[in-house]
């Protein structure tokens, strides 16, 4: 008779490989199919008594397996996979060579939230090795250049208390939140959504406590996939800028488009 336990840790399954050979149970081995370790046991009874007992410790075992493996772990697996993905699918890292389009709406916000004036620009970006080579601007549609930021930004590769989110309902989406003790830090914190299954990003919702400078500054992005390469589709800031004597609340709203990869 064969018994097959799918656990996530290595060390777990060891643990559970003793546990099983003290009950009796002999020939276990361990594979590793995809992303899991398993323990496949070809059961030879020696010490149970009755076919009780065997089934009651089958039960406890069983039991033991599922609880102990923690939330931890499966977090660190989303964790681990999704800074990989990010890694390997960032253009600036891997030096790519593209062209972007990117079409911009500085707004400046008066006291009760309203927009009180408008800029706007239209701009094509030209990257090569990864750097920002050349832009041009399209006078027609632009009032002013627009500063913009292109890296990805990478949260799974910083040291963060991260966790899910508790209303999780199992769809294609992934939420992550990551958080630390900001002190004097200006690292963000805030929240991931991956693909469940690709574990790429599809939104970051960043807040960033300290950014010198500013208050309540924030970015958010959505993210396409694009020739195997993660790029922004949308960015939004929001921020209060300080000033010597005065200060300016301002939302930039990007959407990028006409990506094309130069070879």
Avoid at 18 to 25: A, I, S, W
Avoid at 107 to 123: A, C, F, L, N, Y
Avoid at 211 to 218: A, D, I, L, T, V
Wanted: include cysteine; charge should be neutral.
């Amino acid at each position: 008779m064969q018994i097959v336990f799918e656990i996530g840790d290595t060390n777990q399954a060891n643990r559970l490989k003793r546990l099983l050979q003290r009950f009796g149970f002999e020939h276990c081995h361990i594979g590793f199919p995809f992303f899991y370790t398993y323990i496949g046991l070809n059961m030879s009874i020696k010490r149970t008594k009755s076919g009780f007992l065997y089934l009651l410790s089958s039960c406890l075992i069983i039991g033991w397996a599922v609880a102990g493996q923690s939330d931890d772990d499966v977090l660190d697996f989303y964790c681990e996979r999704a800074k990989a993905v990010a890694d390997s699918r960032d253009p600036l890292e891997h030096g790519l060579s593209f062209a972007i389009k990117a079409r911009s709406y500085y707004k400046r916000i008066g006291g009760e939230g309203q927009v009180t004036g408008m800029d706007s620009s239209m701009v094509e970006l030209f990257y090569s090795f990864g750097q920002l080579d050349s832009m041009k601007l399209d006078s027609t549609y632009s009032d002013r250049e627009i500063e913009l930021d292109l890296e990805l930004p990478k949260p799974f590769a910083r040291d963060y208390n991260y966790s899910f989110y508790p209303n999780d309902t199992g769809g294609a989406d992934l939420a992550i939140g990551f958080d630390r003790d900001t002190g004097q830090s200006e690292e963000p914190v805030g929240l991931a959504i991956i693909d469940r299954t690709q574990y790429y990003y599809k939104w970051l919702y960043l807040h960033y406590p300290k950014k010198e400078n500013y208050r309540r500054y924030s970015r958010s992005y959505r993210f396409i996939l694009q020739d195997g390469y993660i790029f922004p589709d949308s960015i939004w800031v929001v921020a209060t800028r300080r000033r010597l004597l005065s200060s300016e609340s301002f939302r930039i709203e990007t959407g990028l488009s006409d990506v094309r990869i130069i070879k």
